[in-house]
């Protein structure tokens, strides 16, 4: 009885940095912006000057502790 030859140890998987480094730089812009619009989209520093995206998020931001009223 004769077994197949199987390398035991497993190749290890390259992931170079040159290919996630624009994906990561995207996801860490998009959460930003998200937790500034969360987080601080009301009042003086507000960019919309009506309150509908503050309402939007306005759960999300009591969720997460942000001060608000
Ligand atoms: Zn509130």
Redesign the pocket.
């Known amino acids: 009885m004769s077994y197949p030859a199987v390398s035991a140890v497993p190749a290890p998987i390259r992931i170079p940095v040159r290919e996630i480094l624009p994906w990561a730089v995207l996801v860490i812009l998009l959460s930003l912006i998200t937790l500034y619009f969360i987080s601080a989209e009301q009042g003086a520093v507000s960019v919309f000057a009506n309150s509908y995206v503050h309402e939007f998020v306005?759960d999300g931001?009591?969720l997460l502790a942000f001060p608000?009223?």
Do not use: A, I, S, T
């Open positions: 306005h931001r009591h608000c009223h």
